[in-house]
């Protein structure tokens, strides 16, 4: 029996690259992404209200208490939205616990698409997540495969609004 692989390490500074791409490094982040997907969860959701009474909520994703992305919630049909389409919504109530709930359960149905975007300025792999045939998320991976990369600014978000 082969053991599970151990979790992904997150990336602790900022490394430069200078070789060309090696693009068999692509496989190894999508890797690195199947193997930390089940190990994320659902932070508390960020409701913020707009100066009109519309709402928008924000459900952090989490691995080893560090934001790895934002999923929008759909408070209309209870599901979360796709990657850019954050949904404004007025006159409906919000149970935090019911929102974090759903976007549990779709974290444990979603999937790894076996594809990446480069970014330069944070040298790092990004691949995108799905569920139920939506991007829902992306995951920033190091050049090297092996660390994912938090989103720093909303990791400092969820702790100022946890905390």
Same mark, same amino acid.
């Given at each position: 029996?082969?053991?599970?692989?151990?979790? =992904?390490? *997150?990336?602790?500074?900022?490394?430069?690259?200078?070789?060309?791409?090696?693009?068999?490094?692509?496989?190894?982040? *999508?890797?690195?992404?199947?193997?930390?997907?089940?190990?994320?969860?659902?932070?508390?959701?960020?409701?913020?209200?707009?100066?009109?009474?519309?709402?928008?909520?924000?459900?952090?994703?989490?691995?080893?208490?560090?934001?790895?992305?934002?999923?929008?919630?759909?408070?209309?049909?209870?599901?979360?939205?796709?990657?850019?389409?954050?949904?404004?919504?007025?006159?409906?109530?919000?149970?935090?616990?019911?929102?974090?709930?759903?976007?549990?359960?779709?974290?444990?149905?979603?999937?790894?698409?076996?594809?990446?975007?480069?970014?330069?300025?944070?040298?790092?792999?990004?691949? =995108?997540?799905?569920?139920?045939?939506?991007?829902?998320?992306?995951?920033?991976?190091?050049?090297?495969?092996?660390?994912? *990369? =938090?989103?720093?600014?909303?990791?400092?978000?969820?702790?100022?609004?946890? *905390?």
């Amino acid at each position: 029996m082969i053991p599970p692989s151990p979790p =992904p390490h *997150i990336r602790s500074g900022w490394k430069d690259h200078k070789e060309p791409l090696d693009l068999k490094l692509v496989t190894k982040a *999508i890797e690195t992404v199947k193997v930390a997907l089940p190990l994320f969860t659902a932070g508390l959701p960020i409701v913020k209200r707009g100066p009109g009474g519309e709402i928008h909520i924000d459900v952090p994703t989490m691995y080893m208490d560090f934001a790895i992305d934002r999923i929008h919630y759909d408070p209309y049909s209870k599901a979360p939205s796709p990657k850019g389409r954050p949904v404004k919504a007025w006159g409906v109530e919000i149970n935090p616990q019911e929102v974090r709930q759903t976007i549990e359960v779709a974290l444990k149905e979603a999937y790894v698409i076996e594809a990446a975007e480069f970014r330069e300025p944070e040298n790092a792999w990004v691949i =995108p997540v799905a569920w139920n045939k939506l991007i829902i998320m992306y995951v920033k991976v190091s050049y090297d495969g092996r660390e994912l *990369i =938090p989103d720093y600014g909303l990791t400092e978000e969820v702790r100022r609004y946890v *905390i």
